[in-house]
């Protein structure tokens, strides 16, 4: 493993302000498919037009929990039957699990 990089005080404090941002980023999401704003659809699509942003960023688990009607059982039997790690993220979602997720979403 590579040792961790030397950060100046400047560089350090512009990390914490960016992962600051993407938290508050991705709870403004999830809060958005809770209340019913954002589908997971386009929760798939935001994460695709950007690769580095929060909707990309956020675990499958999360986004399947914030869904009206899902719970943890319910979002984690989901995961099971598409075959999705519970440490996956968005981004990391191949075609074919996109559509088996929005699917089982739909019914």
Do not use: H
């Amino acid at each position: 493993m590579p040792p961790v990089p030397r950060l100046t005080s400047e560089q350090r404090q512009a990390a914490l302000e960016k992962a600051k941002l993407l938290r508050q980023q991705r709870t403004a999401l999830l809060a958005a498919v809770k209340d019913g704003v954002i589908t997971l659809p386009g929760v798939l699509e935001q994460a695709a037009a950007d690769p580095d942003g929060a909707a990309a960023r956020t675990r499958v688990r999360l986004l399947l929990r914030s869904l009206p009607g899902f719970g943890p059982v319910s979002a984690q039997r989901l995961m099971d039957e598409v075959g999705i790690s519970d440490t996956r993220r968005v981004r990391g979602l191949g075609e074919r699990q996109r559509n088996l997720l929005v699917a089982a979403v739909e019914r």
